[in-house]
């Protein structure tokens, strides 16, 4: 079944500006200030949706004197992953098998 994706991480980061920041962080961890530079977001939004990738599991923190660097969580993305790799397996299981409900 699909539930088994993590559908709250899928919403998370089915918005462009999250993506983004997802994106950016791939290369190197950062903090709000560069976020800014890079994305033309404001501090304040930016902050949010930092927040919103948190609470998903997907991004964490490292003080660092008075600022706070981001980067991802790459065994959260993994298991992401996995559980569409696994999905996209079944479905090509599917579609090489012809396989179908009969109607009733």
């Keep these: 079944m699909v539930m088994s ?3 709250d991480a899928l919403k998370v ?3 462009p ?5 997802v994106s950016l ?3 190197e961890a950062l903090c709000v ?4 530079e890079e994305t033309g977001a404001r501090q304040t939004n930016l902050s949010n949706h930092l927040k919103v990738l948190r609470e998903a599991g997907l991004v964490e ?9 981001y980067k991802l969580r790459p065994a959260a993305l993994d298991a992401l992953a996995d559980a ?4 996209a397996e ?8 012809s396989r179908r409900r009969p109607c009733a």
């Design 17 to 21: 500006l999250r993506m983004r920041i």
């Design 84 to 87: 569409l790799g696994e999905l």
């Design 13 to 15: 980061l089915a918005d």
């Design 61 to 69: 923190t490292e003080p660092c004197g008075r600022f706070i660097y």
């Design 90 to 97: 079944r479905a090509r299981r599917t579609a090489d098998s």
């Design 5 to 7: 994706v993590d559908t």
């Design 33 to 36: 200030c560069h976020l800014v």
């Design 25 to 27: 962080l791939a290369d």
